[in-house]
């Protein structure tokens, strides 16, 4: 031990500051990726074990669903990767199930080729897709007042 190091506790200006960098917290990001064959879910898999910060990798090729969880500061960066890597169209994972979306019955909600049953696209998120998917209340009014699940409301209007 120098006298240097012995006298840094006495001069705090002597002291040196290191900057700690935060490490991002554990998140999960889902991807849309169409996966064909064996070679493009090792390709995608690939693209993304060599990504700093990436614990776990989950492909589901049937539904063309990836699935990363880690220490990622930057969600968007991960989708960039895979594209770059595998050359294939990323996009975020679009659906959600049956009850989380507020109008599920809007025609842009429903995809043929959605993931398993009970889940529909996120029209709320993307209101290009559906433009009713953003009703007004007067418009919920009159789509509730001719429901299925009270056949008795359409007598009280007419």
Not at 98 to 112: F, Q, S
């Amino acid at each position: 031990m120098g006298i240097l190091e012995s006298e840094t506790g006495w001069f705090p200006t002597l002291r040196r500051h290191r900057y700690i960098k935060k490490r991002p917290q554990l998140q999960t990001v889902k991807m849309k990726v169409r996966m064909d064959c064996e070679g493009c879910e090792r390709r995608v898999r690939n693209a993304l074990r060599s990504l700093k910060g990436v614990t776990a990798v989950e492909l589901l090729p049937k539904q063309n669903k990836v699935t990363v969880t880690g220490y990622i500061a930057d969600p968007a960066k991960v989708m960039r990767r895979v594209a770059r890597k595998t050359g294939k169209r990323v996009e975020a994972w679009p659906y959600l199930p049956y009850d989380a979306v507020p109008h599920p019955y809007v025609p842009g909600a429903y995809d043929k080729k959605a993931p398993p049953p009970g889940y529909v696209r996120n029209v709320v998120a993307d209101p290009d897709a559906a433009p009713r998917a953003l009703a007004s209340p007067t418009d919920v009014g009159y789509t509730e007042a001719f429901s299925d699940d009270n056949p008795n409301a359409a007598c009280t209007v007419m």
